[in-house]
């Protein structure tokens, strides 16, 4: 079945430095991905869609600059959290659209900011 | 605004037993409902989609059912496994923009 892979699975960094999260479709071509944050014990939070080969579109609420997403080709999506803070450590998690109604998951990265 | 609401939070049960988990909705326009499993720090697994026709979809031991008038959904573990523990959450999707609306999920834990 479709993969979704995202890497890494968990890392940590110091505040202010910026981290890259990547999530690939492994066997399909995604025109749609994605990122999703979830905090301890709730929902998951949409946080930007991604569009290959065009701006992310990003919810109300979150910062572009300092979410910086790109979607240069059909089966990969970069997250940067560019100077993170202690504030942004959460839970990170892809997401791309597959034929018909299928939406796949990556299985998420844990971003500690110490 | 659209929502989706899950409950019990949490349930515990013992191994082998049944178990049925509810959903209440409230997304316009419905396009979807979709059941996924999240184990701890893992990513959402799918485990059915149901589009407004369909009243029950089965997976294994899971069944999902959907009442689009009363827009409940339930989703029914039988023969419950150690490794069914997890949350499992329920998402709506609406027809416009292929949004999908989480629910806060219910956490499962199967015990011996």
């Known amino acids: 079945g479709a993969v979704v892979s995202q890497h890494p699975s968990w890392v940590i960094c110091k505040s202010g430095t910026s981290v890259k999260i990547e999530c690939r479709s492994l066997?399909?071509?995604?025109?749609?991905m994605f990122w999703y944050r979830q905090f301890p014990k709730q929902s998951l939070m949409l946080m930007a869609t991604?569009?290959?080969?065009?701006?992310?579109?990003?919810e109300q609420g979150v910062e572009k600059d300092k979410f910086l997403i790109n979607h240069a080709s059909l089966t990969l999506s970069t997250l940067t959290v560019t100077s993170a803070h202690p504030e942004d450590s959460s839970f990170y998690i892809c997401?791309?659209?597959?034929?018909?109604?299928?939406?796949?998951f990556g299985a998420g990265t844990r971003l500690s900011v110490l | 605004k659209n929502q989706v609401e899950q409950s019990p939070q949490s349930l515990i049960i013992l191994e082998g037993k049944n178990c049925t988990l509810q959903?209440?909705?409230?997304?316009?326009?419905?396009?979807?409902l979709r059941w996924y499993k999240q184990d701890t720090g893992r990513g959402p697994v799918s485990l059915t989609i149901?589009?407004?026709?369909?009243n029950t979809k089965s997976n294994g031991r899971y069944t999902a059912t959907l009442d689009a008038d009363t827009k409940q959904s339930s989703l029914h573990i039988t023969a419950s496994q150690l490794s069914d523990s997890a949350s499992y959450i329920c998402?709506?999707?609406?027809?416009?923009?292929?949004?999908?609306?989480f629910g806060t999920g219910t956490r499962l834990q199967v015990t011996l």
């Open positions: 997401s791309a659209t597959g034929q018909g109604f299928s939406r796949y």
């Open positions: 066997d399909f071509q995604a025109t749609t």
């Open positions: 991604s569009n290959e080969g065009s701006k992310a579109t990003y």
């Open positions: 959903c209440n909705y409230t997304v316009s326009p419905f396009s979807n």
């Open positions: 149901m589009t407004f026709s369909e």
């Open positions: 998402v709506v999707e609406t027809g416009t923009a292929s949004k999908l609306t």
